[in-house]
T-cell receptor, first 113, second 113 residues
Framework: GNSVTQMEGPVTLSEEAFLTINCTYT??????LFWYVQYPGEGLQLLLK?????DKGSNKGFEATYRKETTSFHLEKGSVQVSDSAVYFC????????????FGTGTQLKVEL | EAQVTQNPRYLITVTGKKLTVTCSQN?????MSWYRQDPGLGLRQIYY???????DKGDVPEGYKVSRKEKRNFPLILESPSPNQTSLYFC????????????FGAGTRLSVL
């Protein structure tokens, strides 16, 4: 079946450190890939997306590249801030799969001063 | 302001006492969905609706009901709640069923004793 695997958290970084959160997927066909972010006490919101191989999604300094050969969509940011502390979810949607999103388990990021 | 509104935000109830969690969106979105979020499991889809009077089961529909009588509202009904339905619930909406971009409510934390 289709699935998304994320690195376990929590990930704790100092402000201005480099961030990588790993995400790999298993899917039939060619999915679209997403990163959603959940700030404390809030619902999820879309951070970035990529719809085909080699696409790079970017937003708010975060980037992720759709790598078909490694079935990965790792999230990166060059310099994190305390305000980036949140839970990050990787998700996929199959082409022709309607709007069903399959989510990973989430990775909590804590950024300290 | 464009938003998805869930009520209540917090609910404590007892086994077997019927409850309804309301969800309303003001963006004229066609697609709406309910998820539950549990530690270590990420978000799992309960039910979704592609338009008025069109609903279908997600991955974990047992013990839940939904209805879509109006485009803006998509209530989640637990006819006879059980402790294993203690969870954090999210409603989401999307302009259509093609993009995968969903807008989430702030969540309802339910405890069934």
């Amino acid at each position: 079946g289709n699935s998304v695997t994320q690195m376990e958290g929590p990930v704790t970084l100092s402000e201005e450190a480099f961030l990588t959160i790993n995400c790999t997927y298993t899917a039939t066909g060619y999915p679209s890939l997403f990163w959603y972010v959940q700030y404390p006490g809030e619902g999820l919101q879309l951070l970035l997306k990529a719809t085909k191989a080699d696409d790079k999604g970017s937003n708010k300094g975060f980037e992720a590249t759709y790598r078909k050969e490694t079935t990965s969509f790792h999230l990166e940011k060059g310099s994190v801030q305390v305000s980036d502390s949140a839970v990050y979810f990787c998700a996929l949607r199959l082409t022709g799969g309607g709007n069903k999103l399959t989510f990973g388990t989430g990775t909590q990021l804590k950024v300290e001063l | 302001e464009a938003q998805v509104t869930q009520n209540p935000r917090y609910l404590i109830t007892v086994t077997g006492k019927k409850l309804t969690v309301t969800c309303s969106q003001n963006m004229n979105h066609e697609y709406m969905s309910w998820y539950r979020q549990d530690p270590g499991l990420g978000l799992r889809q309960i039910y979704y609706s592609m338009n008025v009077e069109v609903t279908d089961k997600g991955d974990v529909p047992e013990g839940y009901k939904v209805s879509r009588k109006e485009k803006r509202n998509f209530p989640l009904i637990l006819e006879s709640p059980s402790p294993n339905q203690t969870s954090l619930y999210f409603c989401a909406s999307s302009l259509d069923w093609l993009t995968g971009i969903q807008y989430f409510g702030a969540g309802t934390r339910l405890s069934v004793l």
